[in-house]
């Protein structure tokens, strides 16, 4: 079988790449950076990833020189783009401008991967350092405003590099240039499908799993449905068994509407607990995100390990199966060499160890969202339950943001200035959010503050404002338009030591009820996630709520979702009416440089 070898650099999406390339129908496999060119020259073609590091930093990921004498494409994609630079006698600097997000590359050469194209294309970068000098026998082909070797290319060895994101959706002809290179250039034959892989995951999960059983985590989103689905298809229901915990940061009835889907659909092989005051009492007092979240991913595995006592279950016949997909296991560092984003619940130390020693199964681990939607479909499940937005698994833990002792933004007066110019050119007005949120810029974790904006209503002008601020003023990582206050912005406080309580939880409940209940079917499908965050900044001695609807499909990159601007004010206005909540706010920034959710 032909397949496309992806270089692993540590990129945040380079499990992504590798998704692309089967979504051509050309079987790809990721190896590590490092892998010697005896294994790689039995490729079709190699892609390099992107990554978090410096070319020419120390200790950076670098791969066997060899490859470059290899008569095998070679595409490099922003780091890659970078080491094939190095490698072969160019040069790469610090750029003299960060970009992450949408820019407009001026095609040179309308062949080889660009063939197809027009001669101006909208592209995605995510990148601190650039290219300087091309390599000898190397010719731009791609420049940006900000980027003046975007793309570079020898045809004659069939080499490219390209400082943006192909793979990603925001590149809007992303698929025609991996096209380009997959089928055009590197000539690999389309032998790859989701059918395929059913029936080889059904195989795979029967030679794991062997005579024990599988116990399920099941939240009853998208992820964990579908994967007890594909279990109780390869095993057999009498062979699998789900537990759904409700761990206090559900949404209102989310337990009783799970069950009542499961039993509809005549699994009867599960069953439900309610542990809320097990977790509210182990993130007692806990404001920091990374700790929260692998507080929760702990208790999860103790709560697990109770009712397996409960019910008798022979711990050397069952193991703990989980509904993990790709974006868990990257963005929690998951290869050699990625950053870390945030830690996933499913991916705490305690489920590490128990991975390691061959006591848990995973089914799912190497699809994404948009795939595991298609084997839901695949699987007989109904489009409600395949399609529902999805949750994650601490739930609203990870969107209700918590403060100890706040801390003192030093150069608070200067980022408010820096970013009062830029906005002024827009006709808005900027101040700084005393509040930090998680993001990812450059493929690495950034803990930054987002920006408040306001005086402006134009989406077109926002997106531009959001891109250049995030790029411009290092110490941001979001920009969040002012919808309503009950008072001035200058005036607001971080309320102290704000942490997980139920009192916190059940307003942001009631916060998110008002807004689920303003999206008709139209606006459900159109927007893939809507988290709803509550955070401790205060006005009139209540809280802000921020509104953060995006839009994806994959869910490594995002667009913020433009709400139709009456939808926009009568959300706000219902808001506003309830009792504790004194500003709600609208999240207008992109992934990268922010995460979907805010911890």
């Not at 926009?568 to 500003?583: F, M, N, Q, T, V």
Request: hydrophobic residues 35%; positive net charge.
């Amino acid at each position: 079988m032909d397949k496309i070898i992806i270089l692993d650099m540590g990129g945040q999406y380079a499990h992504l790449l590798a998704r692309r390339v089967r979504q051509l129908g050309v079987y790809s496999e990721i190896l590590p950076s490092d892998t010697p060119v005896s294994i790689l020259k039995k490729a079709k073609g190699i892609i390099i990833s992107g990554g978090p590091d410096s070319v020419y930093e120390k200790g950076s990921p670098q791969c066997d020189p060899r490859l470059f004498t290899l008569k095998i494409p070679i595409l490099g994609l922003c780091y890659g783009h970078q080491i094939m630079a190095h490698y072969m006698g160019g040069k790469v600097l610090p750029g003299k401008t960060k970009e992450y997000g949408l820019a407009s590359l001026d095609v040179r050469k309308k062949a080889g991967l660009f063939a197809g194209l027009s001669a101006q294309e909208t592209i995605w970068m995510s990148h601190g350092d650039s290219v300087a000098n091309a390599p000898p026998g190397f010719s731009v082909t791609g420049s940006t405003s900000d980027c003046p070797i975007a793309a570079m290319a020898d045809s004659s060895r069939n080499y490219y590099g390209v400082q943006f994101h192909p793979e990603v959706t925001h590149t809007r002809h992303g698929m025609k240039i991996l096209s380009n290179f997959v089928v055009n250039i590197c000539k690999a034959r389309k032998s790859w499908s989701m059918k395929n892989f059913i029936e080889n995951k059904v195989k795979e999960i029967q030679k794991e799993v062997g005579n024990r059983n599988v116990l399920l985590l099941i939240s009853g989103g998208v992820d964990s449905t579908v994967c007890f689905a594909l279990l109780n298809k390869a095993l057999g229901t009498k062979r699998v068994y789900g537990l759904h915990i409700d761990n206090g940061f559900v949404r209102t009835d989310e337990s009783k509407n799970v069950e009542k889907a499961f039993r509809k659909l005549g699994w009867n092989n599960f069953h439900a607990v309610d542990s809320s005051k097990d977790f509210l009492n182990a993130v007692k007092g806990v404001a920091d995100p990374e700790k929260k979240r692998k507080i929760i991913g702990e208790t999860f595995i103790r709560v697990q390990q109770q009712e397996v006592a409960k019910l008798k279950l022979d711990t050397k016949k069952w193991m703990l199966g989980q509904g993990t997909i790709y974006p868990d296991t990257i963005e929690t560092k998951g290869t050699r060499h990625a950053d870390l984003i945030k830690t996933h619940h499913n991916r705490v130390d305690l489920v590490q160890d128990m991975i390691k020693k061959g006591l848990v199964t995973e089914p799912i681990k190497e699809l994404y969202k948009d795939e595991v939607r298609e084997l839901g479909e695949r699987l007989g499940l109904p489009k409600h339950l395949v399609w529902r937005h999805p949750f994650p698994g601490p739930g609203l833990a990870v969107r209700c943001l918590c403060v100890g002792r706040p801390e003192l933004l030093e150069n608070e007066d200067d980022i408010d200035r820096r970013a009062g110019l830029i906005c002024a050119k827009y006709g808005a007005t900027a101040k700084v959010m005393p509040v930090k949120s998680v993001g990812v810029q450059g493929d690495a974790r950034t803990y930054r503050h987002p920006l408040i904006v306001s005086k402006i209503n134009d989406y077109r002008q926002l997106e531009k404002m959001s891109t250049e601020l995030t790029n411009k003023i290092k110490e941001i990582n979001r920009v969040i338009l002012s919808v309503g206050a009950k008072g001035s912005l200058n005036n607001a406080s971080v309320l102290q030591n704000s942490f997980l309580t139920k009192e916190r939880l059940d307003l942001l409940r009631k916060a998110d009820d008002v807004v689920n209940s303003h999206l008709d079917r139209k606006m459900y499908t159109r927007i893939w996630q809507f988290p709803v965050v509550l955070a401790p900044l205060s006005f009139s001695g209540g809280e802000s709520i921020i509104l953060r609807p995006v839009e994806s499909k994959e869910a490594m990159t995002a667009n913020w979702a433009h709400l139709p601007e009456d939808v926009l004010k009568s959300i706000s206005k219902e808001l506003l009416a309830i009792k504790g909540i004194d500003a709600v706010f609208y999240d207008v920034t992109n992934k990268p440089p922010g995460t979907i959710e805010w911890e």
